[in-house]
């Protein structure tokens, strides 16, 4: 589990949230909500202390990620996978090396223990075969399940997707929700994803957090979220032009 305990942050004069408090449990799929700007981003890199707060904590397996010193820190980071905006795979890798990567660079497997595992994983993912295609020759939705095959190819407990969806179109994003779902179920991931797509968050997502005017301003289940009458939150949807209500 990982407990966030009155998180605050600013920076110099801009407050981006204060008094943040949230659990994750453990194997759940929570979504991160909120506008442009309202420090989705920033909240989730206090989560293995990429940046730290001004204030509060972050509790995993009872202890202060904020406290951690280099190797316990290092050893805590490799427990999260981070499925980047955009994907940012290597261009001049082709698939079978963006997946190995990590593999390379952090263990000392050889090279076909590193084969046998990236082409696992090219299959978890349903891009068996395509190791030798460079990231220009495949589709976005395709990049972008080799970027997620690459973050969970060291089987991380935690994996961020920052906007997973974002720029796909609706049947490919489709796909790329179903695959969030599959690797939550398959590799016992908790999830944690930073998105504006409600379609999206109704599909994955178990849990709800909303940031709003420097708070958290709800949070709640995936179905206490169609019934609540939380005018933000309930604005914030119907903006997405997204009907959750039958
Ligand atoms: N390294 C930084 N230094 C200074 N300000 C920052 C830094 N990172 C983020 N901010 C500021 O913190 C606020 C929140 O940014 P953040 O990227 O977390 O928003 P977001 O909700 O993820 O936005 P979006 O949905 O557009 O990605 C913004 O005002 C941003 O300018």
């Not at 420090?39 to 730290?52: E, I, R, T």
């Not at 220009?136 to 095959?149: D, I, N, P, T």
């Not at 709800?208 to 995936?222: I, Q």
């Amino acid at each position: 589990m990982i407990e966030i305990r009155n998180l605050t942050k600013s920076f110099g004069s801009n407050l981006v949230w204060e008094d943040v408090s949230f659990n994750i449990e453990e194997g759940e799929t929570v979504a991160i909500i909120g506008r442009s700007g309202c420090g989705k981003s920033v909240l989730v890199k206090h989560l293995n202390a990429l940046m730290y707060p001004d204030s509060g904590e972050v509790i995993i397996d009872g202890r202060n990620v904020f406290d951690l010193e280099y190797v316990a820190l290092r050893k805590m980071r490799q427990r999260f996978g981070v499925l980047f905006q955009g994907s940012a795979l290597f261009d001049s890798l082709n698939t079978f090396e963006n997946i190995a990567f990590p593999l390379e660079y952090f263990t000392d497997l050889t090279e076909d223990e590193i084969a046998d595992k990236v082409e696992e994983s090219l299959d978890l993912v349903n891009l068996a075969g395509t190791g030798d295609q460079s990231p220009a020759e495949l589709s976005g939705g395709m990049q972008r399940r080799v970027a997620l095959a690459r973050a969970t190819i060291l089987e991380p407990d935690f994996l961020i997707y920052d906007e997973p969806t974002s720029g796909l179109d609706p049947k490919t994003s489709e796909e790329i929700n179903e695959l969030i779902i599959s690797m939550a179920q398959n590799l016992n991931i908790t999830s944690i994803v930073v998105t504006h797509d409600i379609h999206s968050v109704l599909e994955i997502a178990e849990r709800v957090v909303f940031l709003e005017n420097e708070n958290l301003s709800w949070h709640g289940t995936v179905d206490e979220m169609r019934e609540s009458d939380n005018e933000d939150l309930m604005n914030f949807i119907t903006a997405s032009e997204y009907q959750i209500r039958n």
